[in-house]
């Protein structure tokens, strides 16, 4: 080890000693190794627009590479965010570089910056909801025609464009994760009660409008007696009481979805269930994200 790797180490248990990561005295307490060859951060590869089939506008996809990705050949796991979220999984993977975060891939997804909100809520509206007949009475509103892009966009996250970055990327093929917020975390509940064998684990924060959920995943139980998928569900407090998002249902969503999951007991569902308090529909997004790739990914 380098004069500078044990300063650095040195340095590093004063920090973790100092917020309670080590506690003095534990002389078998874990201590992260610094590498040399190890960067301190990973590495934004740069963003590339893919039309899906059938789609009248194209994603922006941005794929997110561990520190360690460039040192040896091991495969990695992989999350998929929407939403083109990568900013707020990459706060979550803080501390990836010394060992105190997982080492994942990620690929986020989504529209790119430049696109109204206007047009950026079209899009996400089409691409996370399924057919409008599926939706129920709180979606009566809305024109058939700006739903229903759900099936497709499954389709296109990973039967199109994971193989194509599985070509690139030495992803592990048998630990994909999926993590989406509000509308993502509505589409997450729909990919998990028709094909949950997308994505071995899900992060699902946030999602609205419980019945159409309750109503795919019983017919998913009528037709299936396991549900094999590692899940993270969750919602903020202040989303219960807030005028609006109490009127999307989804302090109701969250909670209702929890009770008939463990109630169902799927052999092969691990669940979590968090309400974060006092968070409301947006602080609690990082939160969210930040606890379910601890719990999705911990040892």
Same mark, same amino acid.
């Given at each position: 080890?380098?004069?500078?790797?044990?300063?650095?180490?040195?340095?590093?248990?004063?920090?973790?000693?100092?917020?309670?990561?080590?506690?003095?005295?534990?002389?078998?307490? =874990?201590?992260?190794?610094?590498?040399?060859?190890?960067?301190?951060?990973?590495?934004?590869? =740069?963003?590339?627009?893919?039309?899906?089939?059938?789609?009248?506008?194209?994603?922006?996809?941005?794929?997110?590479?561990?520190? /360690? +990705? %460039?040192?040896?050949?091991?495969?990695?796991?992989?999350?998929?965010?929407?939403?083109?979220?990568?900013?707020?999984?990459?706060?979550?993977?803080?501390?990836?570089?010394? /060992?105190?975060?997982?080492?994942?891939?990620?690929?986020?997804?989504?529209?790119?910056?430049?696109?109204?909100?206007?047009?950026?809520?079209?899009?996400?509206?089409?691409?996370?909801?399924?057919? %409008?007949?599926?939706? /129920?009475?709180?979606?009566?509103?809305? =024109?058939?025609?700006?739903?229903?892009?759900?099936?497709?966009?499954?389709?296109?996250?990973?039967?199109?464009?994971?193989?194509?970055?599985?070509?690139? +990327?030495?992803?592990?093929?048998?630990?994909?994760?999926?993590?989406?917020?509000?509308?993502?975390?509505?589409?997450?509940?729909?990919?998990?009660?028709? %094909?949950?064998?997308?994505?071995? @684990?899900?992060?699902?924060?946030?999602?609205?409008?419980?019945?159409?959920?309750?109503?795919?995943?019983?017919?998913?139980?009528?037709?299936? @007696?396991?549900? @094999?998928?590692?899940?993270?569900?969750?919602?903020?407090?202040?989303?219960?009481?807030?005028?609006?998002?109490?009127?999307?249902?989804?302090?109701?969503?969250?909670?209702?979805?929890?009770?008939? $999951?463990?109630?169902?007991? +799927?052999?092969?569902?691990?669940? @979590?269930?968090?309400?974060?308090?006092?968070?409301?529909?947006?602080?609690?997004?990082?939160?969210?994200?930040?606890? /379910?790739?601890?719990? $999705?990914?911990?040892?």
């Amino acid at each position: 080890m380098t004069k500078t790797s044990r300063v650095c180490r040195l340095f590093m248990i004063v920090v973790l000693a100092l917020h309670g990561g080590l506690a003095f005295g534990q002389e078998d307490a =874990p201590v992260p190794e610094l590498r040399d060859d190890i960067s301190s951060r990973g590495f934004e590869e =740069p963003p590339r627009m893919v039309r899906a089939k059938g789609w009248e506008w194209e994603h922006e996809v941005r794929v997110w590479l561990p520190s /360690g +990705y %460039k040192v040896g050949d091991q495969t990695y796991p992989t999350l998929w965010v929407t939403d083109n979220s990568l900013e707020l999984i990459q706060g979550a993977l803080t501390g990836e570089s010394f /060992g105190m975060a997982p080492q994942i891939i990620v690929v986020a997804v989504g529209a790119p910056s430049g696109v109204s909100m206007a047009e950026f809520q079209r899009r996400r509206s089409y691409d996370f909801i399924p057919d %409008k007949s599926l939706m /129920g009475p709180m979606f009566e509103p809305l =024109p058939a025609e700006s739903l229903g892009g759900a099936p497709g966009f499954l389709d296109f996250l990973v039967n199109q464009l994971r193989p194509m970055l599985a070509a690139e +990327y030495r992803m592990d093929p048998d630990d994909h994760g999926y993590a989406g917020h509000s509308g993502g975390g509505q589409f997450g509940l729909y990919t998990l009660f028709t %094909k949950p064998e997308s994505f071995s @684990k899900y992060i699902i924060s946030s999602p609205a409008a419980y019945q159409p959920w309750l109503d795919m995943e019983e017919t998913w139980h009528r037709r299936n @007696k396991d549900l @094999k998928a590692r899940v993270f569900l969750s919602a903020g407090e202040a989303e219960i009481y807030h005028p609006v998002w109490s009127g999307a249902q989804i302090g109701s969503t969250v909670t209702l979805m929890a009770e008939r $999951l463990a109630s169902r007991r +799927y052999p092969s569902l691990e669940l @979590k269930v968090k309400i974060f308090p006092d968070e409301d529909h947006l602080t609690v997004m990082p939160i969210a994200y930040t606890r /379910g790739v601890r719990y $999705l990914w911990s040892e």
